[in-house]
C-alpha cells in the first residue's frame, strides 16, 4: 500500500492542528538537537512504559492472589453522585446496608486481629 502525498500531507496537518503548539515546538527543538548530535536523548524512543496484555494479565494474577474484603471496595455510589442527579431511593437503601455490611467485617477483621 502506498501512501499518497496528498494523504500524507493532510493527516501531517491534522496532527499538527490539533495539538498544542508549546508541544510542536518542543518536539521540533529536540528532533533538530538530535539530528545534528546523536548523542542527544532520541525523540523517537518511547518514554513511558507501554501497557501490554501480558503486563495487564500479570496485574491481574496478582491481584486475585491478594484477598478481597468489602471494606477495601469502593464502588461508586449514590451518596458519591451528588444533588445534581437523581436516583432512586432503594439505590440509597442499598448504600446503607453496603456500608453497615463493610463495617461489620471490618470490625470482625479487627476483632480476629486482636485475639491472635
Known amino acids: 500500500m502506498t501512501v499518497d502525498m496528498s494523504d500524507h500531507f493532510i493527516a501531517h496537518f491534522e496532527l499538527n492542528t490539533s495539538l498544542p503548539r508549546d508541544l510542536l515546538l518542543k518536539w521540533e527543538a529536540e528532533i533538530e538537537a538530535w539530528e545534528q548530535d546523536k548523542t542527544q536523548p ?3 524512543t518511547l518514554k513511558m512504559a507501554i501497557t501490554t496484555l501480558s503486563r495487564i494479565e500479570e496485574q491481574t494474577a496478582t491481584a486475585q492472589k491478594k484477598p478481597l474484603h468489602a471494606y477495601t471496595v469502593s ?4 451518596s458519591q453522585i ?6 432512586d431511593l432503594h439505590l440509597a437503601e442499598i448504600e446503607r446496608k453496603l456500608r453497615v455490611a463493610q463495617a461489620y467485617e471490618a ?3 479487627l476483632q480476629s486481629h486482636l485475639q491472635i
Open 75 to 78: 464502588p461508586w455510589l449514590p
Open 42 to 44: 532520541d525523540p523517537f
Open 107 to 109: 470490625l470482625e477483621t
Open 82 to 87: 451528588g444533588t445534581k442527579v437523581t436516583f
